[in-house]
């Protein structure tokens, strides 16, 4: 059994005052909670619960372990809550290579990134050569041509169309081309 979920139906039992109780709160079936809790004392070899058909109470070993089960499941509580806030807010550096047409058409959208976005700032270097992304430590490189790497996560974000212009006297010269 899964051992966050034993702990979590544990102090849910005790914080609910019964089985059928934390099952409510815990969105499962009251023998599914009974279970947990069993396994986790059978686990441990020791009962934590006093039952009756009407009570639920801690031993002395489960008052220590419930104790400790709280701060355990609070301390994670922290960490996810910590995972999710430092990614819901850029931060660090992030390294662009862009082709060098690129700059003048994404410049807005870095100066408005930055500005959103104070702790994160912006390494840009611009090639027109393929960039090795893991071997030179990119993060991102943004192209006006298509990446045969198939193992890069690859998006359009634009479309993008090239023209030619040429004076009427350097076509005369050297002609039109061919399409």
Do not use: W
């Amino acid at each position: 059994m899964d051992r966050f979920t034993s702990l979590t139906a544990f102090v849910k039992v005790v914080d609910c005052g019964g089985f059928a109780a934390a099952a409510r709160a815990l969105d499962m079936s009251p023998s599914s909670v009974t279970v947990h809790v069993r396994t986790l004392e059978e686990r441990l070899g020791v009962r934590l619960l006093n039952r009756s058909t009407r009570n639920v109470s801690l031993t002395e070993v489960g008052q220590a372990y419930y104790q400790r089960c709280v701060q355990i499941l609070t301390d994670l509580d922290d960490a996810d809550q910590i995972a999710v806030a430092m990614q819901s807010k850029p931060r660090g550096s992030l390294r662009l290579n862009a082709s060098i047409a690129i700059p003048s058409l994404i410049a807005p959208v870095i100066s408005e990134f930055t500005r959103l976005y104070p702790e994160a700032s912006i390494d840009m270097t611009m090639t027109d050569r393929m960039v090795d992304m893991v071997e030179e430590g990119f993060d991102l490189a943004i192209r006006n041509i298509p990446v045969a790497d198939s193992s890069l996560i690859v998006r359009r974000i634009a479309p993008y169309r090239f023209v030619i212009c040429a004076t009427p006297e350097y076509l005369e010269r050297h002609g039109t081309g061919r399409a």
